[in-house]
Each structure stands twice: as C-alpha cells, then as structure tokens.
C-alpha cells in the first residue's frame, strides 16, 4: 500500500527565511514522487518531480530512501510562494497518492 | 493550448437530485482521472478512464456514481440521489499517456443542501 503523510497543515514564515514542507512515504518499492503546487485560485500543477532533480521557482526537493521522504525546500521564502502544496508518489501505477497538503504562508 | 477545462465551476444540488460533471481534457490527451478532495483532506484518486473505457474505478464508490469518457465530447462524471457527503470539490486530470504527467483542471465544487 502506498502512503504520503504531510505532517504540517499550515506552515507560516516571514518573508527571507528558510522553508521545509515536509513529506513522508510508505511504499515497498521503488517510489517516483511528486510536488504539486496550488496558488490561491488557480488549479493544482506540478511543481517538480525527484527524477528530473531540477530546481523550480527556488524549490528543491531530495528523495532520501533511508528516511523515506520528499521534504520541499527554498532557502529564501517569498510572498508570491503562499500557496497549498502537495506531496505525491506514484509507485509504479498511474494513480498517485496525494498527501492531504501543506498551507503556506509568507509573510512580509 | 487551453489546459483541462471543467464545468460548472461550482453546483448546487438539493439532496435526492442528479450532479453532472464535465471535463474536458488538454487537446490530444486520451487519458483522464477524476479526484475527490474533501474539506481538509488530499485528493483521492476515483477513476481512470481512457476514450470510451474504464481502466479503473477502484477509487469510486460502488453505488451512484458513475463515469465515462465518450469517443466525442468530454468526460462526465454522474453522482445520483446527491447526500450531503458528497459535497466536495472535484478535479479532473488529463495525460497524454498513462506513466505522464498529469494536468490538473480548475476543479468543480459541488454543494449538497
């Protein structure tokens, strides 16, 4: 069975300073795993996935199989990254499992 | 390139009626996915369809829900005797092929009264 777990549901920074959106996994497999972004009312797309290892918007992400888990990270926060964002794995299948999502909040 | 489209954007449905939701997929995609999002909850997968076949549908509830995905026109996804569980924002998503990203609608918001 497949499961994403994103502990924090509101996260709340000042503008500048670090962010780690956390997400956790649970899949006996070899994971392919996802972050999708949702900026206030815009639709849900893709922010990065670990296979491509690029940088989006400042956004980084590493897959640590060890630790399984996916955390989302920018070292300077801005106002314009406020939004809702989501860790998904896909293991194998075409059906991803979305965490339940992650608020952000910038702050000037 | 107009990306996934789906309407209504938002549906007001008295308990017992019909809801009807459409989508539209990104020109050229055969493959679409509808999702539920409760309030404070992720997306859960529903069903995966291609043109004119269900693929899966282990997501969907068993009964008065269905889906299809026509050779013409776009994805529907039919709720009968609506409760107020239902209620719910609904996304679909398309892709060009089934290991592809996938590209998420606006989604449509469905209240039960």
């Known amino acids: 069975a497949q499961r994403v777990t994103q502990p924090e549901k509101l996260l709340s920074v000042f503008k500048g300073a670090p962010v780690e959106l956390k997400c956790n996994y649970s899949y006996s497999g070899s994971p392919e795993l996802f972050w999708y972004v949702q900026y206030s009312r815009q639709r849900l797309q893709l922010l990065l996935r670990h296979i491509s290892r690029e940088s989006i918007k400042g956004f980084t992400a590493d897959l640590n199989k060890g630790e399984t888990s996916f955390h989302l990270k920018k070292p300077f926060a801005q106002e314009e990254d406020s939004a809702m964002y989501y860790c998904?794995?896909?293991?194998?299948?075409?059906?991803?499992?979305f965490g339940r999502g992650t608020s952000l909040i910038v702050h000037p | 390139n107009a990306g996934v489209m789906q309407n209504p954007r938002h549906l007001v449905r008295r308990r017992g009626q019909e809801a009807r939701l459409r989508c539209s997929p990104v020109k050229g995609h055969s493959h679409v996915y509808w999702y539920r999002q409760l309030p404070e909850e992720g997306l859960k997968f529903m069903v995966y369809?291609?043109?004119?076949?269900?693929?899966?549908e282990s997501g969907m509830p068993k009964e008065r829900f269905s889906a299809e995905f026509p050779k013409e026109g776009p994805s529907i996804l039919r709720i009968q005797q609506v409760v107020r569980g239902d209620s719910a924002a609904y996304f679909c998503?398309?892709?060009?092929?089934?290991?592809?990203?996938?590209?998420f609608g606006p989604g449509t918001r469905l209240l039960v009264l």
């Open positions: 998904a794995l896909s293991g194998g299948s075409y059906i991803p499992t």
């Open positions: 998503a398309s892709s060009g092929g089934n290991q592809e990203t996938q590209y």
């Open positions: 369809l291609q043109k004119e076949n269900i693929i899966d």
